[in-house]
């Protein structure tokens, strides 16, 4: 099983500031890796696939780079729905991952 | 719109069985695999589940292999998770999601349905 590890675990920052959130890989997943955002008692959307792919819908001030085992997602511009917890998942093989999860909060 | 409305949580004891239901609106549901994804109260995600567009793929993850069964009907439109056996540690939300065509990552997901399990 490919474990991702997330960090950091919380984030604290200020509306209007930039964000970088890591997911590493305990295994080479390539490009095949996505990022989602959990805004509290709501369901996770979909940010980013494929390393570095937008989702339809999703606003250019998301981010994501990296291959093989280290991933980041960038949110340049923290606007207050972003304040939320952040997931990578990668799809590289069986059986699909979530790493443990990234908290922004707001500083 | 794409609509997922996951429905059948429950309270149930421990060793009981559920059938949890995913009914599927607005995308042309035969056409995609589908997935269940489960959170823990306070807890990160887990997947949980996946079946392929025609049924004849599945896939589960270690902590349910043997004792739960994903399973869909296109004319229905429905995605099902039969679960049996269930344990306290299953005990959370699970959330039907929709896979994106070809890939397994999940581009719509229902609000989810509560299972609790507890004597």
């Known amino acids: 099983e490919i474990v991702l590890t997330q960090s950091p675990a919380t984030l604290s920052l200020s509306p209007g500031e930039s964000a970088t959130l890591s997911c590493r890989a305990s295994?080479?997943?390539?490009?095949?890796l996505a990022w989602y955002r959990q805004k509290p008692g709501q369901a996770p959307r979909l940010l980013i696939y494929?390393?570095?792919n937008r989702a339809t819908g999703i606003p250019a001030r998301f981010s994501g780079s990296g291959s093989g085992t280290d991933f980041t997602l960038t949110i340049s511009t923290l606007e207050p729905e972003d304040f939320a917890v952040y997931y990578c998942?990668?799809?590289?093989?069986?059986?699909?991952?979530f790493g443990g999860g990234t908290k922004v909060e707001i500083k | 719109e794409v609509q997922l409305v996951d429905s059948g949580g429950n309270l149930v004891q421990p060793g009981g069985s559920l059938r949890l239901s995913c009914a599927a609106s607005?995308?042309?549901?035969?056409?995609?695999?589908m997935t269940w994804v489960r959170q823990a109260p306070g807890k990160g995600l887990e997947w949980v589940s996946f079946?392929?567009?025609?049924?004849?793929?599945?896939f589960y993850s270690d902590s349910v292999k043997g004792r739960f069964t994903i399973s869909r009907d296109n004319s229905k439109n429905t995605l099902y998770l039969q679960m049996a056996s269930l344990r306290a540690e299953d005990t959370a939300l699970y959330y039907c999601?929709?896979?994106?065509?070809?890939?397994?990552?999940?581009?719509?997901w229902g609000r989810g349905t509560l299972v609790t399990v507890s004597s």
């Open positions: 999601a929709k896979n994106i065509l070809h890939m397994n990552y999940f581009d719509s």
């Open positions: 607005g995308f042309t549901f035969s056409d995609y695999g």
């Open positions: 079946v392929s567009a025609s049924g004849i793929s599945t």
């Open positions: 295994q080479n997943v390539g490009s095949k």
């Open positions: 494929d390393a570095s």
């Open positions: 998942q990668q799809r590289s093989s069986w059986p699909l991952t």
